[in-house]
């Protein structure tokens, strides 16, 4: 058989196909423009299952009247100028293929302004420009979608039915309104109508449509991530409020019994990759960001800060008289003193800090290591396979011919002395049984944790969060209480 190009109309339905797959996958692609937009107010009309009849309505920036015929080209878009672009995308759509591909498989009005003043109307059918007019109409952007899939009779064949159809779309509604609370939403479907107005806090929001139970919170550099359990049931997780389909968070969330969600995930753009799926349901993030390995652990947090939170955070949130927030979190001598209404809590910092790395490394493939500025001498030999265990914890050595020779450790050591480094190491030296790797890692620890930087709140709330936060490994005591009553009793 002979192979020869495929027409472009064909190929402009199997594109279509991909990115519009139903009436609700036009609703998604329509409401993200309009965000893209800046609109603060979007409203949907929905006619039935949507097949027949669509309209997206907004308040944002609006098209030119030069822009309006390109829009529904192929990979024309406004978004993306720079492949620098593509590695940090901000905006939801960036491919130019939705409106195109909306184009090809419909018969659509797009009217818009930019100013409020001067306003114009294309129509389209099968992709095909057929009209352009002038138009009164407000700043902003007015999108209908008439006879979904006209042209393509197999897609119409296998939807699924009107109903479903249109639960669907109100999902898809509902995934912005949750993720986007500074906009306005309406929606309109069956003669029943569902508005929210904007909001100043997500917190709002999403307590306008579910209602809130808890609220938890991670903030990182280069992570945050914040669980709402809600009261409604519905499981919806957002990464850059992007709303996506993610089954090792799931199945993260569903280890810990957390049935009812809302997660929202805010990575930097460039450390996702948000090009992998036509509809852009699917992210994934970098292997340096070690995601899944954070999210499990924020999530396995979760039993012991709900409980310790009820007494030692309890004055967290309480502003003093001059409105100031409490801090209640002090040093003194080698000990972090956590305050709270029933207790005087010592912390000993470093052994807490070393409970910390401990679980840090246990959950690490292998630890980052950072290059000594001047590489340093070792006195002893230690064979290959140590080498290359040794690596893994993030001490980089070299066996020259006569010397071997020590160019990186690990992160978390920075700032120790030549003969803690040494002592860390001294475990190789003589050695000849089987190696002690508990040994080695202990002695690791401790001296990482004398020199390891971390505030104290921070160390406090880690702490809290794991599961026996009152002893190491090691059985050495990291927390005194001194009970309120204890106190109170001196001075009877
Ligand atoms: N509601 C809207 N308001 C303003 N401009 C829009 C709107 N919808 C689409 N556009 C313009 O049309 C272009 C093409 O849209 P689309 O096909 O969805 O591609 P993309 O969103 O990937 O850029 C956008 O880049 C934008 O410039
Ligand atoms: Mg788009």
Not at 221 to 236: C, F, R, S
Not at 322 to 339: A, S
Request: contains cysteine; proline residues 4%.
């Amino acid at each position: 058989m002979k192979v020869r190009p495929l027409p472009p109309f064909v190929v402009n339905k199997i594109y279509a196909g991909e990115v519009i797959q139903s009436p609700s996958s036009v609703v998604k692609e329509l409401i993200e423009n309009s965000i893209d937009a800046g609109a603060t107010s979007i409203a949907v009309f929905v006619r039935g299952s949507g097949l027949s009849f669509i309209k997206v309505v907004d308040n944002g920036e609006g098209i030119s009247k030069e822009d309006l015929p390109n829009v529904i080209k192929k990979n024309w878009s406004s978004k993306i100028r720079t492949l620098e672009d593509l590695e940090r995308i901000s905006t939801m759509g960036f491919r130019g293929e939705a409106l195109h591909s909306i184009a090809s498989v419909s018969r659509m009005h797009i009217r818009s302004s930019t100013d409020g003043v001067e306003g114009y109307e294309i129509y389209v059918e099968g992709g095909n420009l057929m009209d352009m007019r002038p138009c009164a109409c407000g700043k902003g952007t007015t999108v209908i979608v008439e006879d979904l899939f006209f042209n393509v009779p197999v897609r119409r064949r296998f939807l699924s039915s009107s109903r479903s159809e249109s639960t669907r779309i109100k999902n898809t509604w509902l995934n912005y309104v949750l993720s986007h609370e500074n906009i306005e939403f309406h929606l309109r479907s069956s003669n029943k109508i569902q508005h929210y107005r904007a909001r100043e806090t997500l917190d709002e929001r999403i307590e306008d449509i579910y209602g809130v139970k808890e609220k938890r919170e991670l903030k990182e550099e280069d992570l945050t991530i914040t669980l709402y359990h809600i009261n409604g049931k519905a499981q919806k997780i957002f990464v850059n409020r992007r709303p996506v389909v993610d089954s090792r968070i799931t199945e993260i969330l569903g280890r810990y019994d957390i049935k009812n969600y809302v997660l929202f995930i805010e990575v930097p753009p460039a450390l996702i990759d948000v090009n992998v799926h036509p509809q852009k349901l699917q992210v994934r993030f970098s292997r340096s960001l070690k995601f899944y390995d954070r999210l499990s652990r924020f999530i396995r947090g979760r039993k012991t800060i709900i409980r310790m939170e009820e007494n030692l955070f309890t004055r967290r949130d309480e502003k003093d008289s001059t409105g100031k927030k409490e801090e209640g979190v002090f040093d003194w001598k080698e000990y972090i003193v956590v305050p709270s209404k029933t207790k005087i809590l010592f912390v000993h910092r470093q052994r807490a800090l070393k409970k910390i790395l401990e679980s840090d490394i246990v959950s690490r493939k292998r630890l980052p290591s950072i290059t000594l500025p001047v590489p340093m001498p070792i006195k002893f030999r230690i064979n290959e396979s140590d080498r290359s265990l040794l690596k893994t914890y993030g001490f980089d050595i070299v066996e020259l011919d006569k010397a071997t020779v020590l160019k990186g450790i690990p992160e978390i050591m920075e700032g120790a002395t030549p003969e803690e480094v040494l002592e860390v190491l001294s475990a190789f030296s003589d050695r000849k049984g089987p190696f002690d790797l508990k040994k080695f890692v202990n002695r690791l620890l401790s001296i990482a944790s004398r020199h390891y930087r971390m505030n104290s709140r921070t160390i406090v709330e880690k702490l809290f969060s794991m599961e026996n936060p009152a002893l190491t490994s090691e059985g050495e005591v990291i927390i005194y209480e001194l009970p309120a009553e204890k106190i109170e009793e001196k001075f009877m």
